[in-house]
């Protein structure tokens, strides 16, 4: 497995491999890898001739008091965990090298971005569709893996590929949950001793509303119960908790087939999230 810093070693790799036919897999992440990361990692090998995968903590999707300088990063320890996942390239550039100079020039998300997570964090989307979008140019993946707790993430991503029409398809891969049901993010590492042994209690309220919605229909009443479940069970405070569809992310109407119920939750300083999409079907 290599590791480059450089746009200029990663477009040489990209040009070998095209020239030689190879279907790239491309995984984009963050660093301080997870079980999580992993499975896109395997999934992406078992699908594609290369995997790469790129870690960047990206500087222009965190707002201006968020955790951008404390994330955890930890490149040795990555470069061995992405090794053992069947990762032929890790690129892992600078700020400066993927940001060279700020030409005033934006992408902007549209209206899928500014609910849920977009809503208390303005400006967070389009610092991703910014990234992800100079990693497709760079990649030219075949295939770009991400991870189903990013659920809104995913839907403008697949806007963004739709309409600008890159040449590539989208996989989506299921949460990786810890034993107790956490989902597994980076950011977990932020949580305190008590924090983290409350934490399982959000996606228990989301199976609670799920089954409640389910058998009633009645999301009002569903939402209701999984805040009293997350406020007796935690400490944390709800940022949100809402039923939309999905990937439309628009407001619930008896027409809608696909439903996604998202959560963030203020674990003390830690903002966790989490999700479920299902079918009335329950599936
Ligand atoms: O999901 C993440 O880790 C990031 O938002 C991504 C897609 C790598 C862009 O920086």
């Not at 934006?106 to 910014?130: E, M, N, W, Y």
Request: net charge negative.
């Amino acid at each position: 497995m290599k590791v480059v810093t450089t746009i200029a070693e990663l477009k040489h790799y990209v040009h070998q491999a095209k020239k030689e036919q190879k279907s790239i897999g491309l995984v984009p992440t963050m660093g301080y890898l997870h079980d999580g990361h992993l499975t896109l990692a395997r999934t992406a090998k078992a699908e594609n001739d290369i995997v790469i995968m790129s870690i960047f903590v990206n500087p222009t999707q965190f707002g201006p008091n968020e955790d951008f300088e404390s994330y955890p990063r930890d490149l040795p320890r990555d470069t061995e965990l992405a090794k053992s996942a069947g990762v032929d390239l890790i690129f892992a550039p600078s700020v400066e090298e993927m940001y060279p100079s700020d030409g005033g020039i934006k992408l902007v998300a549209g209206r899928q971005s500014t609910i849920l997570c977009g809503a208390s964090r303005p400006g967070h989307f389009d610092g991703v569709v910014q990234v992800v979008a100079k990693l497709f140019h760079l990649a030219e993946p075949t295939r770009a893996y991400f991870g189903q707790k990013d659920a809104q993430q995913v839907a403008i991503i697949e806007t963004m590929v739709r309409d600008f029409n890159f040449p590539l398809e989208i996989t989506t891969i299921p949460i990786v949950r810890e034993e107790d049901g956490l989902a597994k993010s980076s950011r977990n590492v932020y949580l305190s001793e008590q924090e983290r042994a409350e934490a399982p209690a959000i996606f228990a309220a989301l199976n609670l509303a799920k089954a409640h919605f389910l058998q009633t229909k009645n999301a009002e009443e569903a939402i209701a119960l999984a805040e009293k479940h997350i406020t007796e069970n935690t400490a944390g405070r709800i940022d949100y908790l809402q039923f939309l569809s999905y990937p439309d992310l628009a407001v619930v109407t008896p027409q809608t087939e696909k439903f996604l119920l998202a959560v963030a939750v203020y674990v003390g300083k830690t903002r966790l999230i989490d999700n479920l999409i299902f079918s009335l079907k329950g599936e």
